[in-house]
């Protein structure tokens, strides 16, 4: 379903486009974690998220008649961005269903992109079906954030370039949504980094992959309320599950206070502003949530947050 070569394809097409994210490394974090901690932070990526990655590989891969008619995607925030630029680098029209209590400065950065946004409410509309249902009256192509093979695999292109210029790790500590981000960079990772221990991590009140690996099948859960917006998820996709339930050796979760938590360190010791969702993986370490030793990359998949909301962070 989704493989190295796919991920290789991807960071082709990336590269020049995207950015090489760098990787940060504090001798403090090591210390409160016992570990040598490589944190891969793509909230400098364009958009200030990981999502470009994704997007940009699925939309540039249209042909023009598709591209003429523009494509659709639903999201809290960060696809919703990264779906509107690549879709303005590609030449093409974008709409994007967001929620209404969506963090305003990603609303305003996905219209500045030049999309078009519908909106609903994700308590009481089905956010999925609002968007099929608008692609197909307008004929346009649906970019879903997590449940596509090129969004995955452009996802994966994270992994890649981190054990392309750190070396081989011991464990992957990744942040939970959907799934797309953890599929393609576990696919990429036990591939060039045989024997690495593949973390997810999710807010405590959306468990929803854990819950569904536990069981063996996908799992629904109530629309969950969390600091970690972009990880409000009820359940995994259908085939984000099929390859995170093959690779991924555990699910930790931590609370909206151990986010708090690693904001606060993230911008006190490495001076860089991380959004609730980009910090769950270093809350997870830093909370003792999951055991790693050795050389461990943490994925910090955002910075997009409100000032309002990172202040609040920031006061504990």
């Not at 030049?114 to 909106?119: H, K, L, Q």
């Not at 464990?171 to 959907?178: D, E, K, M, Q, Y």
Request: hydrophobic content about 45%; charged content about 20%; some cysteine.
């Amino acid at each position: 379903m989704l493989s190295l070569s796919d991920i290789r394809s991807a960071a082709g097409r990336l590269r020049g486009v995207a950015h090489r994210t760098p990787v940060l490394t504090s001798g403090a974090v090591d210390d409160l974690v016992a570990a040598e901690v490589l944190l891969k932070c793509e909230n400098f990526q364009r958009v200030g998220a990981f999502k470009f990655r994704g997007a940009y590989n699925a939309i540039s891969r249209l042909d023009d008649e598709q591209k003429r008619r523009g494509v659709a995607a639903y999201s809290s925030g960060n696809h919703a961005q990264a779906v509107a630029l690549a879709a303005r680098l590609a030449g093409t029209a974008a709409v994007i269903v967001m929620p209404e209590d969506a963090p305003a400065v990603k609303v305003a950065a996905t219209r500045g992109y030049g999309a078009e946004i519908v909106s609903y409410d994700r308590y009481t509309q089905n956010r999925e079906q609002l968007a099929g249902e608008l692609a197909a009256e307008r004929g346009l192509a649906l970019i879903p954030p997590y449940d596509h093979p090129h969004v995955m695999a452009g996802q994966g292109t994270t992994a890649l370039e981190l054990i392309e210029d750190t070396g081989p790790l011991d464990a992957l500590v990744v942040p939970v949504g959907g799934g797309g981000l953890i599929a393609g960079c576990a696919t990429a990772a036990t591939a060039l980094s045989p024997g690495v221990r593949i973390v997810g991590v999710e807010p405590e009140s959306g468990d929803d992959t854990r819950r569904s690996l536990a069981a063996g099948r996908r799992v629904e859960i109530p629309v969950p309320r969390t600091i970690a917006d972009g990880q409000a998820i009820t359940t995994p996709g259908e085939l984000t599950f099929e390859v995170n339930r093959r690779l991924v050796d555990e699910i930790a979760v931590v609370t909206d206070d151990e986010i708090r938590a690693a904001m606060r360190l993230a911008f006190a010791r490495l001076k860089i502003v991380v959004e609730p969702s980009g910090a769950c993986g270093l809350a997870a370490l830093l909370a003792g949530r999951t055991a790693v030793s050795g050389r461990v990359g943490v994925v910090i998949s955002g910075g997009n947050v409100e000032p309002g909301r990172f202040t609040e962070a920031l006061a504990g």
